[in-house]
């Protein structure tokens, strides 16, 4: 089992920055690929970001490529989400998930191979 807590969020204006944490607890977490999920209201879970287990491969949703960073550190059993230059439609909850696979595949980008959610942290930016 591995319990994740999210944190971070808040309202921000158009432009402005959040840093997501997600700290986690129980099993090793280091021994994980984690990723980044959001969902706004009346839409589905979709993917932001993910990171391997040394956190030097990541990938990203094309709609935040370049204005997001996920990184982690795992000495504190912590992965964040660096959000600048965040817009209205950045508005969501947002997850942070083990992967249940240790690389890259076409799953990745699907909550169906996700163990282990956090409760998530609401984002909100305001035009």
């Known amino acids: 089992q591995v319990q994740l807590v999210e944190s971070g969020g808040g309202l921000v204006q158009a432009g402005g920055s959040l840093r997501l944490s997600c700290v986690a607890s129980?099993?090793?977490?280091?021994?994980?690929?984690v990723g980044w999920f959001r969902q706004a209201p009346g839409k589905e879970r979709e993917f932001v970001a993910h990171?391997?287990?040394?956190?030097?491969?990541?990938h990203y949703a094309d709609s935040v490529k370049g204005r997001f960073t996920i990184s982690r550190d795992n000495a504190k059993n912590t992965v964040y989400l660096q959000m600048n230059s965040l817009k209205p439609e950045d508005t969501a909850v947002y997850y942070c998930?083990?992967?249940?696979?240790?690389?890259?595949?076409?799953?990745?980008?699907?909550?169906?191979?996700?163990?282990?959610w956090g409760q998530g942290t609401q984002v909100t930016v305001s035009s």
């Open positions: 129980g099993r090793t977490f280091s021994n994980y690929a």
């Open positions: 998930a083990v992967d249940r696979s240790a690389t890259i595949n076409s799953g990745t980008y699907y909550p169906d191979q996700y163990d282990y």
């Open positions: 990171c391997n287990w040394s956190g030097g491969t990541t």
